[in-house]
């Protein structure tokens, strides 16, 4: 897992919030998720993540995992969405 800070200025405060950003292999069919973020490792697949629908603050759920984990299937916007391993472990995401 990995320990994230946001930092929100509203006029002259600073406000922290964490969160824990996990994998998606951490979660099991029919959990609850938000996308945080993307991984820096990750720039050739972003583009694409983003056309996609999977922009950060996204919600969906977990529909499926494939026989040995890959792929994986999500619900996201009000259709379903199969990812790769590769395409999967660049979100950065936080369990609801």
Known sequence: MIDGWF????ALFIIKAKFVSINLKNLSVGDLAKIVGFEQAGKPYRK???AMGLTPGTEFSITRFAPMGDPVEIKLRGFSLTL???EANILMIEKL
Do not use: M, Q
Request: glycine letters at 0%.
């Open 7 to 10: 930092f929100i200025h509203p």
């Open 48 to 50: 694409r993540l983003l």
């Open 84 to 86: 790769r391993k590769d």
